[in-house]
Nanobody, 123 residues
Framework: QVQLVESGGGLVQAGGSLRLSCVAS????????MAWFRQAPGNEREFVGA???????TYADSVKGRFTISRDNAKNSMYLQMNSLKAEDTAVYYC?????????????????WGQGTQVTVSS
């Protein structure tokens, strides 16, 4: 069974940066489609971005140009670099993995989930 553990969340000022990490065990990140989702109170879980098995990235329009996903196969980890943070980025961020080679934009597409890490952006 694949286990995913997120870390790196915290409180930052608007315009600041954070880097989230997702460490996988029981599986190899390069064999899965890996994604980041976020969820704020009262909202549905929202797609943030994903990295395909090939390494190609896709991002939601709301974060394009500000967020970057990367993968370190040697460390079996995925990262989300968040720059120019805005108040509306405040949410619990989740790491997810899917067995399929294509990117899915809905939570139900993904087979494995981390516990989430809180990101709060103040102004």
């Amino acid at each position: 069974q694949v286990q995913l553990v997120e870390s790196g969340g915290g409180l930052v000022q608007a315009g600041g940066s954070l880097r989230l990490s997702c460490v996988a065990s029981g599986g190899t990140v390069s064999t899965y489609t890996m994604a980041w989702f976020r969820q704020a109170p009262g909202n549905e879980r929202e797609f943030v971005g994903a990295i395909k098995r090939s390494g190609l990235n896709t991002y939601a329009d709301s974060v394009k140009g500000r967020f970057t996903i990367s993968r370190d196969n040697a460390k079996n980890s995925m990262y989300l670099q968040m720059n120019s943070l805005k108040a509306e980025d405040t949410a619990v961020y989740y790491c997810a993995a899917a067995r399929y080679s294509s990117i899915g934009y809905y939570a139900r597409y993904y087979d494995y989930w981390g516990q989430g890490t809180q990101v709060t952006v103040s102004s």
